[in-house]
């Protein structure tokens, strides 16, 4: 009977100790996520209150930015929008859009065919044809500049939006195959095999089953193009003359010439250059982190 009862104590106590350290688990957890969400709140507040400053602070006038740098607008200007849009932010901005679907559509074509190709075909060369095309990542653009001017100009594409255009799809595409290649490894071929029992050819499998499986990183790679596209300066500013043609970054440096003085409508233009990347990356986030997880492990 006393064996039995020490049994039962012990067990008891064993009972509570497993209790109290569940406990201790839980407030450290607890302890943990919230750190962790303080951490990124802030890094959150960091990250977001320049954005909100500078959509604020092209709504001031001169005096009100000066005076109340950090404060709400005394007086909601509006108009500063327009008056930049109209200063000519509206010309760049549509030459800015038209220039980077392009080169976004362009790199997504081709860069997941070659990828598609590279990752299911198997022939002689396959390896060096993809340490050549990744070898483009170790060209500087700076480095290609005068080449490709000279080239530009004995073509005869100087000064056009091809100018533009072919030479950021050149450089864009070798890390779109690259990250494109990777995920399309670790779709399992049984569905393809499956597809092409049931009749279906090569471009319908990579139509049909490749591009739909492959939105993830497509979406990661077409926001990394865009924003690589949108914010180029260089190229922009040496293969392009006229000022009817010229992207916003370019644009931007005009308008601060021209409105030297005027701050707020300078602000504005920036806040325009910044919102469709902005609207971008809230729209498909969640697309962008899966395919660069997903792709970073996989080759």
Request: glycine share 6%.
């Amino acid at each position: 009977m006393i064996n039995n009862n020490s049994v039962v104590k012990t067990n008891k106590m064993n009972e509570i100790g497993t209790d109290s350290s569940r406990m201790s688990m839980k407030i450290k957890n607890r302890i943990f996520q919230s750190a962790v969400l303080v951490w990124f709140g802030i890094f959150s507040l960091i990250i977001i209150y320049p954005i909100i400053w500078l959509g604020l602070s092209g709504l001031k006038s001169n005096a009100d930015f000066f005076l109340n740098t950090w404060s709400l607008p005394e007086e909601w200007l509006w108009g500063n929008y327009q008056a930049a849009w109209d200063a000519g932010i509206g010309q760049f901005f549509l030459n800015s859009v038209f220039i980077t679907a392009s080169s976004v559509v362009t790199v997504l074509l081709l860069g997941s065919m070659a990828a598609y190709g590279l990752s299911r075909f198997q022939f002689k060369g396959q390896n060096i044809l993809l340490v050549i095309i990744l070898s483009g990542l170790m060209l500087a653009p700076q480095v290609s500049l005068i080449p490709l001017y000279k080239l530009l100009q004995a073509i005869g594409l100087y000064n056009t939006y091809w100018a533009l255009i072919l030479p950021y799809v050149a450089f864009q595409l070798p890390f779109a195959i690259f990250l494109m290649r990777s995920y399309f490894l670790s779709i399992p071929k049984e569905l393809e095999e499956s597809a092409i029992i049931d009749g279906c050819n090569i471009w319908q499998v990579y139509w049909h089953i490749i591009v739909p499986m492959g939105k993830p990183i497509i979406a990661s790679c077409a926001l990394l193009t865009a924003m690589n596209v949108w914010n180029e300066f260089m190229f922009a500013l040496v293969f392009v003359e006229d000022s009817a043609l010229r992207t916003i970054p370019v644009g931007l440096m005009n308008l601060r010439s021209q409105l030297n003085t005027n701050f707020g409508i300078q602000l504005a233009g920036l806040a325009i250059s910044a919102l469709p990347m902005i609207i971008a990356y809230i729209f498909f986030q969640k697309q962008f982190v899966r395919g660069l997880s997903a792709g970073s492990v996989k080759g």
